[in-house]
C-alpha cells in the first residue's frame, strides 16, 4: 500500500455491473485516482462472492465494504497490520461490524414470528426458485444467497400495515432492515459509518496520519456513506465544503476535466 492523504469510499453499485460491465467515465476517474496514489474503497451492498468477478475484471486490488456496512474485508497483506476482532472469511481477512450468520436468518424468524408477518427468506429457496424471483441469472442468483452476515428476505403478501408492524418491532432492536429494490435485507448490528471510522484508522495507522476520507455516490442513494466521511461529493453536484485552494480538489482537478469534456457523469 501506498503512502496517502486521502482515501476515496465509492458507491459503486450504481456504476459496476455484478459481472463487471462498468459504466462509461468510471474507469478512467479510477486511473486518475490511481495514478496519483489514491486509494478507492468499493462500498456495496452486494456480497464479497458477487464483488469477486467485478474487482477480479476491473483490478481492484484495495479494501471493500459489503453488505451494506456489515464488513471491511482486506485483500491478503494490505496493511500488515492486525487488530482483535479480524477474522478470515474466504479470500479476505475481514473486521466484522455485524453480527455474523446465523444471527440475521434468527433474528428474522423471530420478528416474523413476533408480528405474525409472512416473510420468505431467499436463503430457503431453491437455486432455480431464488434466480426466478430475483430476476438473476442460476450463478449469479447462488452468489447473493452466499452472505456473511445479512437475510434476503421479502413480505408474503403483507398489507402496508403489516409491514410497519414489522418495522418498527425491528426498529425497537439493534437490528438493521433495508429495503433493496424488490426484497429486505435485514442485518444484526450493522455500520457503514463504522466500518469506515474502523478502515480509516487502519489507513491512519499505516500512514502515521489522518488520511481525508471522501464520500462519492449518486443523489439519493449513498446519504449514509457521504454524511460519514469527512468530505463528499455526488456525480451530480459539485463537492461539499471543499475550498477550492484544498490540495484534495487539485488532485481531483483531471478527473473532473476529463468527465466533463467527454460527456461521463462523474462532476466532482
Known amino acids: 500500500m501506498q503512502r496517502t492523504s486521502i482515501v476515496v469510499y465509492c458507491a459503486v453499485d450504481a456504476f459496476v455491473a455484478s459481472r463487471g460491465n462498468i459504466k462509461p467515465g468510471f474507469e478512467e476517474f479510477s486511473n486518475e485516482l490511481e495514478h496519483a496514489g489514491v486509494p478507492i474503497v468499493w462500498v456495496t451492498n452486494r456480497s464479497r462472492t458477487q464483488l469477486d468477478e467485478a474487482r477480479r475484471k476491473f483490478g481492484h486490488n484495495h479494501p471493500f465494504i459489503a453488505e451494506g456496512g456489515c464488513g471491511v474485508y482486506l485483500p491478503e497483506d494490505y496493511f500488515h497490520l492486525r487488530a482483535s476482532k479480524m477474522v478470515r472469511l474466504g479470500r479476505f481477512v475481514c473486521v466484522p461490524i455485524a453480527a455474523a450468520q446465523p444471527a440475521a436468518s ?44 445479512e437475510e434476503l428476505f421479502f413480505f408474503a403478501g403483507a398489507a402496508e400495515k403489516d409491514l410497519d408492524r414489522f418495522l418498527t418491532h425491528a426498529q425497537r432492536s439493534k437490528v438493521q432492515v433495508r429495503q433493496r429494490g424488490a426484497f429486505w435485507s435485514l ?27 471522501f464520500g462519492l455516490g449518486l443523489p439519493d442513494d449513498s446519504d449514509e456513506l457521504l454524511a460519514a466521511c469527512d468530505r463528499a461529493f455526488s456525480s ?17 482537478a483531471r478527473s473532473r476535466s476529463r468527465d466533463q469534456t467527454s460527456g461521463h457523469n462523474f462532476e466532482l
Do not use: M
Not at 188 to 197: K, T, W
Open 106 to 149: 434468527e433474528a428474522l424468524e423471530f420478528f416474523a414470528q413476533e408480528t405474525g408477518v409472512s416473510i420468505v427468506s431467499l436463503r430457503s429457496l431453491s437455486p432455480r426458485e431464488f434466480a426466478q424471483n430475483s430476476g438473476l441469472r442460476p450463478r449469479e442468483a447462488e452468489l447473493a444467497r452466499q452472505r456473511d452476515f
Open 187 to 213: 442485518a444484526v448490528g450493522s455500520s457503514l459509518g463504522q466500518c469506515l471510522r474502523d478502515l480509516s484508522s487502519l489507513y491512519d495507522r499505516a500512514i502515521h496520519v489522518h488520511a481525508t476520507t
Open 236 to 252: 451530480a453536484n459539485r463537492a461539499k465544503s471543499l475550498p477550492r485552494d484544498d490540495p484534495a480538489r487539485r488532485k481531483f
